[in-house]
């Protein structure tokens, strides 16, 4: 298995453009999580997922922030508009449902708003 | 907001010896975990200690538990100049779900 597959690796845009960030998570596994990673703030748990369904979303930041899962291979996180705040590194990290499993990050996308 | 605190932010040490990292938490939990991230990719699971263990084992690697204190420890054994990286616990709640809270990490630096 090529494990979590994140993409873009970087993005660059300007303040008040759309971004999507995308996310393919190792077959099999049913959970799937959104993070932010900031130096201030450390990692936070924005979104995840169950069975494609999103279960506990209070980690999302404001509505400028959406997230969805069309099915079981495929997430994407949506931020528009985008602010300059916004910039940290995203990880998207998957594992096998149930509460007693590590979980597996892809590389992240590190993303900066100017 | 942050569930595991670690201690001591900052470690360096010399090659060949051990390294100790500290985690406290705040709440009742169903498993911690340990992560390692290296500078500039993601984080990789290294071990899950349930709540109802104390110890355990994996390679070079050693968690301890305690419940009643709510802390653990991670012992990295004969450090490598390659564990140099940043250090995370990760505690999982008593919930129904399955979501990690993390900690802020620590830098260990083992110095060849």
């Known amino acids: 298995d090529a494990g979590v597959i994140q993409s873009p690796r970087h993005e660059v845009t300007e303040m008040g453009q759309e971004v999507t960030l995308r996310c393919k998570p190792i077959?099999?596994?049913?959970?799937l999580f959104w993070y932010r990673q900031t130096m201030m703030r450390g990692l936070e748990l924005l979104i995840y997922f169950n069975n494609n369904v999103p279960i506990d979303d209070s980690g999302m930041p404001e509505d400028r922030f959406s997230a969805k899962m069309p099915n079981a291979s495929f997430s994407t996180l949506k931020i528009q508009p985008s602010e300059p705040r916004d910039s940290a590194v995203y990880f998207c990290a998957s594992s096998p449902l149930g509460r007693n499993y590590g979980y597996t990050f892809g590389s992240g996308t590190r993303l900066t708003v100017v | 907001s942050q569930q595991g605190e670690e201690d001591p932010q900052a470690l360096s040490i010399q090659e060949g010896e051990n390294a100790t990292m500290n985690c406290s938490y705040k709440t009742s939990i169903n498993n911690l975990q340990w992560y390692r991230q290296n500078s500039g990719r993601g984080l990789v699971h290294l071990i899950l200690i349930r709540s109802n263990e104390r110890e355990k084992h994996s390679g070079r690697l050693r968690v301890t538990l305690d419940t009643s204190k709510k802390s653990s420890s991670l012992l990295i054994t004969a450090s490598r100049a390659a564990d140099t990286a940043s250090y995370f616990c990760?505690?999982?709640?008593?919930?129904?779900?399955?979501?990690?809270?993390f900690g802020k990490g620590i830098t260990l630096s083992v110095r060849p």
């Open positions: 077959s099999g596994h049913n959970s």
């Open positions: 990760a505690t999982g709640d008593t919930g129904a779900n399955s979501k990690l809270t």
